[in-house]
């Protein structure tokens, strides 16, 4: 059996962390625009069933999904992106501190 330090487990990888932080930000804002159109859908057609006019389901769209998807887009952009820079500099350093464990041991 081998213990982790005979085999010793790749660095991180600066360049995936673009790559990572688009992909949360778009899965996320796709789950923002579905949940936030649900509840739109929802508020639209009982504001017309009140009111006794036929609902107009764009406006669910238009002003009220796709501008809180792209809200929620940019708060997940930046706070990803630092999330993603800090866990790339831990585990930098933690795997420098490691290394540097097991040339003394």
């Not at 859908?41 to 017309?48: E, G, K, R, T």
Request: proline share 5%; net charge positive.
């Amino acid at each position: 059996m081998t213990t982790s330090l005979e085999n010793p487990t790749r660095g991180p990888r600066w360049y995936l962390i673009p790559v990572r932080v688009l992909l949360v930000t778009f899965v996320v804002s796709l789950l923002s625009f579905a949940v936030s159109l649900l509840l739109g859908i929802c508020a639209v057609a009982l504001a017309a069933k009140l009111r006794g006019v036929p609902a107009d389901l764009r406006v669910a769209y238009r002003f009220i999904a796709a501008p809180a998807a792209g809200v929620v887009a940019a708060i997940v952009l930046v706070s990803s992106s630092f999330m993603e820079v800090r866990h790339y500099r831990r585990t930098k350093v933690l795997g420098r501190i490691e290394h540097q464990i097991g040339r003394v041991g």
